[in-house]
């Protein structure tokens, strides 16, 4: 799959964490109940941290127990991607960056009515643009 972005290693690795290059760029994921946004309640939109596309909006956000970000949809569907995942043994809906393919998490059919999805995303593929005050 080709994306907008696109760059080496070496040019991913100036930009991130050593945690979010693990994340984003080798399909790593983050213990549970770690991550920086897993508990979060302030309002803003979650934006793609190696990119900046806006992914997530903080009022589609739930608290699935699951110890990672869950939100029941993405702002717009043409910014992420989905791809088989079967890695683990598993067979899993993986969820990136359609701009520039960074893993962000995986998506579940077990999520909140009405969309009955729930978006797990890791904390370190995300940062968060919170709303002002006076956007609220």
Not at 55 to 70: A, E, I, Q, V, Y
Not at 93 to 114: I, K, M, N, S
Request: hydrophobic share 30%.
């Amino acid at each position: 799959m080709s994306y907008e972005i696109s760059k080496s290693d070496e040019e991913w690795r100036q930009l991130l964490t050593e945690d979010q290059f693990r994340i984003t760029r080798k399909k790593g994921t983050e213990p549970a109940f770690t991550g920086k946004y897993h508990n979060c309640k302030e309002s803003g939109v979650y934006l793609c941290i190696c990119c900046d596309t806006p992914l997530f909006d903080s009022g589609h956000k739930f608290d699935s127990g699951t110890g990672w970000p869950s939100f029941n949809q993405p702002i717009n569907e043409k910014n992420i991607a989905a791809c088989e995942d079967r890695a683990l043994l598993m067979r899993r809906t993986e969820v990136q960056c359609a701009r520039c393919g960074a893993h962000l998490g995986h998506v579940f059919e077990d999520g909140p009515a009405p969309m009955e999805l729930r978006f797990c995303i890791n904390s370190a593929s995300l940062k968060l643009e919170k709303m002002a005050k006076s956007d609220v």
